[in-house]
Structures are given as structure tokens and as C-alpha cells.
């Protein structure tokens, strides 16, 4: 109840502060109705997240002499999810902007009393092609076979900011940077599966993937953008893209599964900024979820023997669950997928040429 009536008030005094600025009627209506889809995914996500609490559970076997890899993780939800995975006494690649920082994750592990594991930082910015290219490259030379890509970095809402390649922010972290960083990897992912234990992608998206809508025309939201739309446009291009990606290696008989995953509506800096952090900063630290109870679901879709197998599936609360019909539609799965090879100039995905650069991205 206290929940719905603060949902109204940030609803109601959004569209007042959105009305009160100087943008088109298109744009204000637009961002009126973003906002009160996201407050009703987002509500029904904390109640969700509350009656399957039960269900986010989830083993942490022994995996020694395993390799993951993750892009962000110096906070949030990634450093519990590598947390975990050093309890596993996994070897986990840290992917992140700060090195400086996440040199110093493995000593505040340590110092946690967490024995097991080891830690690789190498530089990324998922958000800059070239970037991506370097990682792969180094992650290609030191690690002959890769277990786990948990593609997590990402970012949600902000203004309108093109990356140095041209791509929309939220476009090109959440969903290009990690579309060519899977491609650039699967050789070693491949090398990595076993027909019992598969090696497994997994791509943190997000629930918002629901009201998500894929813009061929104006992929980069150059005429109209609305932050929660480009979002959610990011959210659910990975969810397709989970999902072709899981068939296409279904057919070609490797052992590799790929899962996208809703970790839950949970508190981390995400959601700085955004309108119910700032107006009612009671609601993320009294209803969502903590960062550890976000990395469960994750954590379950890399190393649960109950997914073996299951690849293509989304996870909600360690649980498969429905994505949207969108997500679930072929042609749109396989239309994003050759787009997005062509935005890249991608030949056969997954299939690297080293002295061939014209794989790397070009501006569009
Ligand atoms: N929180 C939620 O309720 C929620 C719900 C659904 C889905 N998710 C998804 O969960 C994932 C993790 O989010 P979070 O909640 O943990 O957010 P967070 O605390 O803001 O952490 C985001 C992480 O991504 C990294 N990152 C952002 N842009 C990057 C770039 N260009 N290159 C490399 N790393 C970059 C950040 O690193 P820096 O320190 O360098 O910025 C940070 O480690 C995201 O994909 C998000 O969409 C979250
Ligand atoms: C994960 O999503 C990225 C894009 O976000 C895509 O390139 C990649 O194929 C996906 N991987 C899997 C296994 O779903
Ligand atoms: C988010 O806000 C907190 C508190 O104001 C601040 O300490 C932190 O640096 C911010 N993080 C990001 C990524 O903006
Ligand atoms: C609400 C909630 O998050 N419940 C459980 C989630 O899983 C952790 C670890 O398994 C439990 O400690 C929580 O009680």
C-alpha cells in the first residue's frame, strides 16, 4: 500500500517536472508512459522477487581449474557474483574500466577471509569496440579455453551520449560491446564445454526487457530519445539475442549454453539518478534487493547441474521463466542477429579471423 501510494506520488511528480521542461509533447507523453510502465514492472518485480524468495537459492560447487570471465564487477551486483565464484575456487577475469581498482578486489577478498580463487584484471570498456578487441585479444592469448562469460557491465537511463564508435551509450554497454566480446570468445568457450558440463554465457539483462522494443530505423535513438526506452530496447536485444545465439549453437552441436538473467530489482548504484532513488531514496534500501541476493541468480545460471543442458532460457529467481513474446519471436531474434553482424561487420559469428580487421567495428 505504502509502495502504490509511492509509486503515484514519483509517477505524479515526474510528469509535473517532465511537463514543466521545455520538450515536445511527444517526448513529455513518451517519458509519462515510460514511467509508469517502468513503476509497474518495477513493482511487480519487488513482489516477485519477494514470493519466490525461496527459489534463490543456489549450490557453489568446487570448480577448480575453471576459468570465468566477467565485464564490470569492481561493484554492484558483479562483485558479489565474483565473491561467489572465488568461493568455487574459480580463476575469474575481471573486465573493468578502473584496473587501479580491481587490483585491489582480490586483497579485500582475502582480507574478507576468502581463500579460494584467483583474480586476472585486464582493462575494458565494453562501450568502445576497439576496447573490446584488446581484451578478447588478451584474454585469447593467456586463456586456451574459457568456462563462463558473464556478461554483466552495464548502465541504465542517463542522458543522450554517443560513444566514440557512434553507438548510444546504453546500446552500445549493455548490448553491442557484449555481442562482439561473445563473438570474439567463443572459440575459447567452445574449447572450454564438455557434452556434461557445458560451458555457459550468461547475460545479465533485465526484467525492463518486457517493455522493451527493438528500433531498426533509429537504433541509436537519434530522433527521439527516451532514456527507459533505449534501456529497455538494450535489455531486450540481449534476451533475443541469449536466445538465437542458444539455437544456433544447439544445431552446430557444441557445448555451449547461453541464459539471460533478471537478477532482481536490487540496490546498487544503477540507480543513481534516476527519479525513485531521488524522490523517495526509502524505497531501493527498504524493498529492493541486496547486491548478494542479486548475484545468486546469476551465480545459479553459471554453475547449476540443474540448467545443464537448458541453454536458452531466461532466469528469474534461480527459476526459468517466460520472456516476453518479443523475446521469444525468431524472426525478430534472427533479424537483430544479422543486423547486428552487419553493425559490425561480422562475417560468421564466432569464427575469428586474427589478421582480419575489417571485423572491427566501424562508426555508423
Ligand atoms: N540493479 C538492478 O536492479 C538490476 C536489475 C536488472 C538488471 N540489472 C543489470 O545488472 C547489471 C549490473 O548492474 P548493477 O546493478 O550491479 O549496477 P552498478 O552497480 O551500476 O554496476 C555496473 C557495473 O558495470 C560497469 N560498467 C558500466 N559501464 C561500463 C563500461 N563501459 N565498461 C566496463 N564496465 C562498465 C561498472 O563499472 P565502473 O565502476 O567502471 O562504472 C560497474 O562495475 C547491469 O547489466 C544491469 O543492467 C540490474
Ligand atoms: C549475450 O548478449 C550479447 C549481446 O548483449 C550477445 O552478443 C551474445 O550473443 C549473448 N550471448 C548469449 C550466449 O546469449
Ligand atoms: C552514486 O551515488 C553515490 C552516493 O551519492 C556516490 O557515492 C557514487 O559515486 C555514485 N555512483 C555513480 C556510478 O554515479
Ligand atoms: C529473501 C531471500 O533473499 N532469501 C534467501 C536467499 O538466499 C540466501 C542464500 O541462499 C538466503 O540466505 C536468504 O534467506
Redesign the pocket.
Known sequence: MIFLIGCSVIIVITIISIARSKKSLKTILAEAKNEILYNFIGSRAIVQDVIMRGKNKTELPIKCGKVAVI????????LEVIRMLLKCDIHVVV????TQQGEMLLDSFRKDGIEKGSIDVIK????VMDSVKNFAMNVREKYPEVHYLIN?????FGPHIETRDGYESQFA??YLGHFFLTHLLLPQLKAGGKAKEMSRIVN?????HMVGRINFDDINSRHNYIAGEAYAQS?LAQVLFSNYLDSQLRQEGVFVQAHSV?????N????NGTHVKNLTPWVPSLL?KS?EK?AIPIVHACLSPRLEGKGGTYIHNCKIFAASNAAMSADLQEKLFEFTKTLLGIDKFGAIDNNNDSQMAAAV
Open positions: 565485464t564490470g564487477g569492481t561493484r554492484g551486483i558483479g573486465g573493468c574500466r578502473n575494458l570498456d565494453i562501450s554483466n557491465a552495464g548502465i541504465m554497454t549493455n545479465v539483462s533485465s526484467c525492463a535489455k533478471h537478477p532482481g530489482v536490487v546498487t548504484e544503477l540507480f529492493f547486491p542479486g
